[in-house]
């Protein structure tokens, strides 16, 4: 069992771009015998939902009456898991962390050597960082190209683009090119601050003299040994670089187009969802939307789900499936662990939408998992039919991230498995967070 909390600044940013093929091959679980578990209290006072759930291998899974819950808020500041009325909890109950002792949130704090939306740098050295987080004048960062201004750049239908060269640029070998192996000329540095939460494309066009582009991103202007995205080559003649990411509102990347030789370039930012928007833009990473940007309020400032439940153990069996209620935390601890769900489909909603996202400032990268200490999400996600047999597995919807994509079902039960992947680590450990969405 794993506790934390879903909310976070720059180190949940989520590209979209790695497409991973589908997994492999896994056994059917063997009929699970009958068993009958129960339902928890709710919370401020109603009646928790319970209910025989019938398992999708015949056994019939954890449900059976709902408790009563109390007036009095039974909320643990410092558990990791968002409780009514907690705007927050990070695993602590630390003061001056963002989240406070008591579990509300605070404002951005300059000089606690962390970036947070709305600052561009967090660093006690003055010389390199203000004590405002801005960037005294005369530096690298400080002379960043601001696609946020107006005047700078062109600005038509939520596509913003900005036209240079590299030509003359005394900017070369800044931080790390880790998609290339090509001789980099001269570059150029920008920033780009998110008006709101949601999903951006990044891409760069050379032109002229500039037969290729190279494209990097940082989330920290001060300490660019290793980008957060680099990308190199994304068309057929070589020469489109580009990626998609996830950044929340008042966040900050910085862009570095570089290239072979020196040239012009055309830098496009595109806007395609908004978190905050109301409208639930799966395609683009959002996991949720209810119409603002506030967090605590069950969808995070970053449209992922606010966790409110967490995983019961021990559910490692088809036999001991737990019911799922609504987004639940959960951890696959020790290595070769399952974690099995009972879903109902309710009447009237057939399709069936399932995600293990990261938590945490986790990410669904697979080549940071570990069997020896908790890591990326390298999950694979199996459907079973009430029968026993496969429904469908899990395939790539953002970042790596195994989901099961909207697909329709019958109404009734389900069970769903959630395991390591073992294309990539069979043996590796992971928290997740668990969203199921009936269409």
């Known amino acids: ?16 771009i790695a497409a991973l093929a589908s997994c492999g ?16 209290a709710a919370q401020g006072g109603g009646a928790a939902q319970g209910g025989d759930g019938q398992g999708a291998d015949g056994g019939t899974g954890q449900g059976g009456d709902g408790g009563t819950g109390g007036a009095a808020s039974n909320a643990v500041c410092g558990n990791g898991v968002i409780e009514i ?6 695993k602590n109950v630390t003061a001056g962390d963002g989240c406070e002792s008591n579990c509300t949130l605070v404002e951005p704090v300059c000089g606690n050597s962390k970036i947070e939306p709305g600052e561009l740098c967090d660093d006690k050295n003055g010389a390199l960082c203000t004590a405002q987080c801005t960037f005294p004048p005369g530096g690298i960062c400080a002379g960043a190209v601001d696609l946020n201004d107006p005047k700078v750049v062109t600005q038509v239908k939520g596509v913003t683009s900005f036209k240079s060269t ?19 000329g001269p570059a150029r540095l920008h920033r780009f601050t998110a008006p709101a939460s949601g999903a951006y494309t990044f891409e760069t066009v050379p032109s002229g ?12 202007c001060l300490a660019p040994a290793t980008p957060f995205v680099c990308s190199d080559d994304l068309d057929l003649i070589n020469s489109i670089s580009g990626f998609n990411a996830h950044v929340p509102k008042n966040s900050t990347l910085y862009l570095v187009v570089s290239g072979v030789g020196a040239g012009t370039y055309e830098l496009r930012v595109t806007q395609h969802a908004a978190c905050g928007d109301g409208v639930v833009a799966h395609p683009f990473g959002e996991l949720c939307d209810d119409g603002n940007d506030a967090d605590g309020d069950g969808c995070s400032s970053q449209c992922i789900p606010e966790l409110i439940a967490v995983e019961q153990e021990p559910n490692d069996t088809a036999k001991t499936a737990s019911l799922y209620v609504h987004d639940t935390l959960a951890t696959v601890d020790p ?19 399932a995600i293990a996202y990261p938590v945490f400032g986790g990410n ?22 009430a029968d026993g047999t496969t429904v469908i597995k899990s395939t790539s919807l953002f970042d790596g991230c195994d989901a099961l994509r909207p697909i329709d079902l019958t109404p009734g039960k389900h069970l769903l498995r959630v395991r390591a992947n073992s294309k990539y680590c069979a043996t590796c450990r992971f928290e997740y967070g668990l969203f199921v969405e009936y269409e």
């Open 1 to 16: 069992m794993a506790t934390g909390n879903s909310r976070g600044a720059l180190g949940t940013l989520v590209a979209l």
């Open 25 to 40: 091959d896994d056994e059917v679980p063997a009929p699970a015998a009958s068993t009958t578990g129960q339902g928890g």
């Open 85 to 90: 009325p907690e705007k927050c909890d990070d």
């Open 166 to 184: 590299t030509v003359g640029s005394s900017l070369k070998a800044f931080g790390t090119a880790a998609c290339t192996a090509k001789t980099l």
């Open 209 to 220: 003299t500039l037969s290729d582009t190279v494209l990097r991103a940082y989330l920290d």
């Open 335 to 353: 290595s070769g662990d399952a974690d099995y769900f009972v879903l109902t489909v309710p009447a009237g909603k057939t399709k069936l939408t």
């Open 364 to 385: 669904c990268n697979f080549t940071k998992t570990s069997s020896t200490e908790l890591a990326a999400v390298n999950s694979e996600l199996t459907l079973f039919a």
